[in-house]
Structure formats: C-alpha cells, structure tokens
C-alpha cells in the first residue's frame, strides 16, 4: 500500500467521522484498512472529552478502539446512531460487496441496525455491477463442503478462504469458515444473497442490499466528494 492511498483512506474517513458523528452517541465502526482510520478519528475526539461509544463490528475493531480508549457497547446495548465501514466493491445502485477482512456477518449486523450507514471508499472500489471481486459466503464448517458443492452447481469457481501466514483455513470471530465465490458480474444482488442464505449451512454472505446504504463518501486527489443518491432511489 501507498503512502498516498493511505493518505486517502484516512482522509475520507475523517470526513465521515466529522461529519455524521454527534457527541453523545453510539455508534458502529467498521473492519479493514480504511475503517481503521475512523477508529483513530473518533479516539482524537474521545481523547477530547466527547462522549462517543462504539459497537465494534470485530475482535480486530474491538481491540483497536480498547487501546484507544473508545468506550465499547455490545449489540443491542443501545441504539446506533450511524455506523461507518468500507466496502470491497460499491455498485451504481449502492449495493456492496464486503467481507474481505472476514467480518461479514458482524458488519451486516451492525449495519442494519444503525439509523444511518455511511460507506467509506477510495475510487477504485466503485465499479458499475458487483463480481470483479470474489463474494465471501461465511459458512458453518460442519456444513462446509456441501455447501461449497451446492454453490459449485451454478458457479464452479468457489474457494475456501486460507490464512496467508500458514495457509490454515481462515476462522471467523463466529468460529467459521468463508468460501471465496466468483460469480462474475451480479445482476442482481439482492436475490443471489437470498439464494445462498436459503443452502443450509450458510450463515450470511458479503453482499449488502443498496437499501442498507444512507451515503458513500469518495476520497479523491482534489478532496472527499459524497456521491449522489443512484437514479432508482430518487422518489
């Protein structure tokens, strides 16, 4: 990584931070490179006095903000107010693909429970359709080698996800395990998500639906830009 991409990372995080956190809040924080970033604002301003508590959506963001001194709340300890996280892929229509630090399920959640979900990206991460990047599939390993044949009926290129120190399957903070799935380009995110959470043994995937979505923040060379609302949400 960059000293510039990072660079952009931490300023469109600032952004969302500074401009969608109140004081007195609760508040959900995301997993991956560029959420770390909206850990380090919301510790500044912690660090400042405001009062702000944090719904960690990982093991990896609860440490974080633990050593930064943020407060903690666990889910549906008390309402959230926003939550912010990046995404791997955002769509024209907002729909995301997420996952790719394995905390799909917890960002999931958290975001759907939050009153406002911002997401926070750089602009390689916009694309017109889902699919250039592999959809994780978290699965409970029990059932794990069924349902990776199940996917593998209609879509053959499915991967369980490794560890890149050891190569040891990768383990969820639930305990499970994520298939990698290429799909190609997804027409439809909403009913692939509703196919593969209807395999038993399939516990969330890391396609978002673009109501979930309130605001996408871009971080750019000129500064960070919020994108207008996609056509189909415009009533």
Known sequence: MTDQADELKRAVSFAAVDRYVRAGTCIGLGTGTTARWAIVRVGERVARGESIVVVP???ATERECRELGIPLAALGEREIDVAIDGADEVAADWSL??????ALFREKAVALAAGT??????????????GAFATPVEVVPFTLR????????AHPEVRVRRR?????PFVTD???A??????????????LDVSLRAIHGVVATGLFPSALTSAVLVAESGGVRALGEPHARRT
């Open 174 to 176: 639930n305990g499970n």
């Open 178 to 191: 994520i298939l990698d799935c290429s799909f190609g380009p997804i027409d439809d995110p909403l009913a």
């Open 57 to 59: 959506t990982s093991g």
């Open 146 to 153: 069924i349902v990776a044949r199940a996917i593998e009926a």
């Open 117 to 130: 979900f911002v997401v926070v990206v750089t602009p390689e991460k916009l694309v017109a359709r889902l």
């Open 97 to 102: 693909t997420k996952g790719g630090g394995g």
């Open 164 to 168: 890149g120190d050891d190569g040891a």
